[in-house]
């Protein structure tokens, strides 16, 4: 059973649109993380959590904002999308300096 | 920034020989983790590091904090092992950072 979902797996948006991306995970693990990928390179930080209720910035933070609602959730908003922010998008979970574990992604393209 | 470099950039094995892949980084690195990613995109774990040598199966990975690089090496390559391979370096802070990746071929 897949312990860290994502949803939709699939979104077009138009520029300008609020999107939306979900992640849910099963694994009781007090870090979340948002990722994205773009042909051609390897994963780059968002935003991530260390609880509920706590959001921080990654390495690329601009033009998104995260909600961490609960040790489950974990949401990545992109108040007015661009066509910038057409990509591949991965969330994981992980304890400490251990592991991480990832979401099968969610693939977004903004019109 | 913190950097991690991967090499090769892309690789082509025949079925039943290996290889090793580089993981280079520039930041003091507390673990590594490395993934394959599959041709549905799926990112799958494959070892986490925080010292020492893993094996399993056909690959393993080595970790050497002192200078700085992680190896993985796959022998006996088969078909299902193409993909892109990433490492992933723990930098502290709960923070991973992502080499761009080396791309796999394995050739019948």
């Known amino acids: 059973e897949a312990a860290v979902t994502q949803s939709p797996r699939n979104k077009v948006a138009v520029t300008g649109g609020k999107v939306t991306l979900s992640c849910n995970q099963t694994n009781n693990h007090n870090n979340m993380y948002w990722y994205r990928q773009d042909t051609g390179h390897g994963l780059r930080l968002i935003h991530y959590s260390y609880g509920a209720g706590s959001t921080e910035k990654g390495d690329i933070p601009d033009g998104y904002k995260a909600s961490r609602p609960s040790q489950e959730n974990f949401s990545l908003i992109l108040e007015l999308a661009t066509p910038s922010q057409t990509s591949v998008y991965f969330c994981?979970?992980?304890?400490?300096?251990?592991?991480?574990?990832f979401g099968p992604g969610t693939r977004l393209t903004v019109l | 920034g913190d950097q991690v470099e991967q090499s090769p950039s892309a690789l082509s094995l025949h079925e039943g020989t290996g290889s090793a892949l580089r993981c280079n980084f520039t930041t003091t690195m507390r673990a590594v983790q490395w993934f394959q990613q599959n041709s549905r995109g799926s990112l799958i774990n494959l070892f986490y590091?925080?010292?020492g040598t893993k094996e399993n199966g056909r690959l393993k990975s080595t970790f050497n904090s002192k200078e700085s690089y992680s190896t993985l090496h796959i022998r006996d390559a088969q078909l299902e092992d193409s993909g892109t391979y990433f490492c992933?370096?723990?930098?502290?802070?709960?923070?991973?950072?992502f080499g761009a990746g080396t791309r796999l071929k394995v050739i019948a």
């Open positions: 590091l925080a010292s």
């Open positions: 994981a979970s992980g304890v400490g300096y251990a592991e991480q574990f």
């Open positions: 992933a370096v723990n930098t502290g802070n709960y923070k991973y950072v």
